[in-house]
T-cell receptor, first 112, second 111 residues
């Protein structure tokens, strides 16, 4: 059973547009929600993360929106660039045991 | 060494053979993790260790074992490989148990 559900599976956005990736979870024991970016042939790299006590976090062109009551969070990439083309994973950490659960990934393509 | 190293980079293995994937970090992080990445399934946690001397099972531990004799090394062993273990394996470490750093991965094919 997938603990963190991610959509869409793939996304094509025009350069300059907004990319939006959504994730949902059920386990209320999760206490930390990171997003990772992965380029082909590389390991994932932490992009941005949020804790459930805030509703939004912004770092440059990347913003996480968090809805605790709905158990949903999303990544927004503003002014998307071809260099943002990568696979993005959301994740959630269960504090007890310090275990991370990942979504199934979204392949983002930004076309010039 | 800077960060996390994994070895080998890739490996083709006959079914039934034993294989150990190596992972070493030089950041003195307490927590380490092993994930497998499969298309359409994302990253799934195999085993983890929150400190040297302790290990725990993740989502998909069957067929795999780990040990954590010291802070820096966290090897993953497949005792008798099966084709369903064909995957890309990533090792990760974490300082505060929050921010994870991933290695470059090992691509394993079991025939």
């Amino acid at each position: 059973q997938q603990q963190v559900k991610q959509s869409p599976q793939s996304l094509i956005v025009q350069k300059g547009g907004i990319s939006i990736i959504n994730c949902a979870y059920e386990n209320t024991a999760f206490d930390y929600f990171p997003w990772y970016q992965q380029f082909p042939g590389k390991g994932p790299a932490l992009l941005i993360a949020i804790r459930p006590d805030v509703s939004e976090k912004k770092e440059g062109r990347f913003t996480i929106s968090f809805n605790k009551s709905a158990k949903q969070f999303s990544l927004h990439i503003m002014d998307s660039q071809p260099g943002d083309s990568a696979t993005y994973f959301c994740a959630a950490r269960r504090r007890r045991g310090n275990q991370f659960y990942f979504g199934t990934g979204t392949s983002l393509t930004v076309i010039p | 060494i800077a960060g996390i190293t994994q070895a080998p980079t890739s490996q083709i293995l006959a079914a039934g053979r034993r294989m150990t994937l190596r992972c070493t970090q030089d950041m003195r992080h307490n927590a380490m993790y092993w994930y497998r990445q499969d298309l359409g399934l994302g990253l799934r946690l195999i085993h983890y260790s929150n400190t040297a001397g302790t290990t725990g099972k993740g989502e998909v531990p069957d067929g795999y074992s780990v040990s954590r004799a010291n802070t820096d090394d966290f090897p993953l062993t497949l005792a008798s490989a099966v084709p369903s273990q064909t995957s890309v394996y990533f090792c990760a470490s974490s300082d505060s148990g929050v921010k994870q750093f991933f290695g470059p991965g090992t691509r394993l094919t079991v025939l």
